[in-house]
């Protein structure tokens, strides 16, 4: 890496499940691509998003911040404007971020007239970032191109349709491709669209953060992804043996499943329908969600490529991770706003090309980094100092092959799951009895314990050594009494720790304003 040069591409992808990389030893997922990006720098085993869904998730991505403190709950709870983020930060030590995707930002409506555009929508730019396109722009570039290509659908409602082919055995509905081709899909259009930036920006630093739709739904993926992977072959999702079972475990999760999985007969084209789904179409659905990730995994090999053919490779930090996982059918659901691990578990990939980092180079840390993490950790290498706002911490030290003495020993993890105009039915407030405010639940996760906190509902602990699905709720047995009470304390010790505090370790005095935490370094 020459000393002069810094380059830094964020990418993101959409709800993937952490297990899903061939890195990780996952059963069938081939990730060839990020597997060698991973060998060449740090895979952080034990990686979770603080909050869900996406645009909650991508603003403690992008400001550092827990949910409790940044407060952007649901799609489209306005982010407050005082909050930075890495963009501005970023722009601060001399670059111009640049997005090629989405952030899903609701702006904040205080600083806007009523009559704004931006107050219309919760998919607007994380300010800060010049934006190279934004999803809805992109997605009507592309749909524009498809229709240039000869393509035959009337717009966004069906583009996505699945091609009217035969079946072959063993096959479920799911295995139809798109109508479009591999190379003319959405994911490699981005990556298209990516590469043309790269090209046109090679010779200055530049900080790029690329966003994958991909393996959001809907689920559909084009040939030949439709077929790499056997139904057969794909783990079933771990759930009780009835839905009745399942809801059984708390009234939150009762709530999302008669919403959502409907027993009112089977439905190939609602993902959601998992009740009555058969089997083989389940398991075609995981196939199929499994492809998506492949796809994507070929597009970041692309983007990597460019790299090494122009000699940026040895310049640039790469990140690779998401927003959120996405639960896939365990507990008969899809999709990510549930307490469960795969709502939180996702990947994350550093690669940094300093010789400092050459002692972390293929290494999986075990220990818990946090989606918060990111923003101090692509700070730190551009050497800017990261905001005292920022609730997480730079992984540098781990990428470089260290340890950091009193890492953090649990995740955190919060669900904001008030009623949201977009989420087609789920209305907790009326279901369950409660006040919007009421609405809320706090996770903390060790090595063994996990303890879920509701607002007002009852809790939750699972014993994820004897029990890693969490099918098994012990917060009510008196055997676990005191396990309920160690991890409660816990959970309010982080809470105060990590409470809002950009002012709280400042004293004026004689001599101007001290920083106490510099003191306490």
Request: proline share 8%; hydrophobic share 35%.
């Amino acid at each position: 890496m020459t000393a002069q040069s810094r380059k830094v591409l964020f990418i993101s992808a959409d709800q993937w499940r952490a297990e899903c990389l061939s890195a990780v030893n996952h059963p069938v997922v081939k990730t060839p691509h990020l597997d060698a990006l991973a060998k060449d720098g740090t895979l952080f085993k034990q990686h979770r998003t603080v909050c869900a869904p996406c645009g909650p998730a991508r603003t403690s991505l992008h400001t550092g911040l827990y949910l409790m403190n940044h407060r952007s709950g649901r799609n489209g709870t306005p982010l407050d404007s005082r909050h930075t983020n890495i963009a501005k930060e970023a722009r601060k030590a001399g670059y111009d971020p640049t997005l090629y995707g989405y952030t899903d930002t609701s702006a904040d409506p205080r600083d806007r007239h009523p009559n704004d555009p931006a107050l219309k929508t919760y998919e607007g730019p994380m300010p800060g970032y010049r934006v190279g396109i934004i999803f809805q722009d992109f997605e009507a570039e592309w749909m524009s191109d498809l229709h240039r290509k000869g393509y035959d659908f009337t717009g966004r409602r069906d583009v996505y349709k699945p091609r009217d082919i035969a079946l072959p055995a063993g096959r479920g509905h799911r295995y139809r491709p798109t109508l479009f081709k591999a190379e003319d899909s959405d994911t490699n259009f981005m990556a298209d669209l990516a590469i043309d930036w790269l090209k046109a920006n090679r010779e200055k630093d530049w900080f790029l953060h690329c966003v994958f739709l991909r393996p959001h739904p809907p689920v559909i993926t084009p040939e030949p992804y439709n077929g790499l992977y056997d139904p057969a072959e794909v783990p079933f999702p771990a759930r009780a043996a009835t839905p009745e079972q399942e809801g059984a475990q708390h009234p939150h999760l009762k709530h999302w499943i008669e919403t959502f999985a409907k027993p009112s007969g089977y439905d190939e084209h609602n993902p959601n329908n998992l009740v009555t789904m058969p089997d083989l179409e389940l398991r075609q659905m995981r196939a199929c969600y499994y492809g998506m990730i492949s796809e994507v995994d070929d597009a970041v090999g692309r983007l990597i490529a460019h790299l090494k053919a122009t000699g940026e490779y040895d310049n640039t930090l790469i990140v690779f991770t998401c927003d959120h996982g996405e639960m896939g059918g365990d507990h008969y659901t899809w999709g990510k706003e549930l307490y469960f691990e795969p709502s939180f578990h996702i990947p994350l990939i550093i690669r940094d090309p300093r010789e400092e980092a050459d002692a972390g180079r293929g290494r999986q840390v075990d220990a818990f980094s946090e989606s918060i993490d990111i923003m101090p950790t692509i700070l730190s290498w551009l050497g800017a100092e990261p905001p005292a706002q920022c609730d997480g911490a730079s992984l540098l030290p781990f990428v470089e092959g260290q340890t950091p003495q009193g890492w953090r020993e649990e995740a955190h993890m919060e669900l904001d799951f008030r009623t949201s105009p977009n989420l087609g039915g789920f209305d907790a407030e009326t279901a369950l009895g409660l006040k919007p405010d009421d609405c809320q639940l706090a996770i903390i996760r060790g090595k063994r314990w996990k303890y879920v906190h509701f607002a007002t509902l009852p809790p939750l602990l699972f014993d994820l050594e004897n029990d890693p699905t969490e099918m098994n709720n012990l917060a009510q047995d008196p055997n676990h009494a005191s396990v309920v009470l160690d991890y409660a304390q816990r959970m309010l010790s982080w809470r105060m720790r990590y409470a809002e505090r950009t002012l709280t370790n400042l004293h004026l005095w004689r001599d101007g304003v001290i920083d106490r935490r510099a003191v306490g370094r």
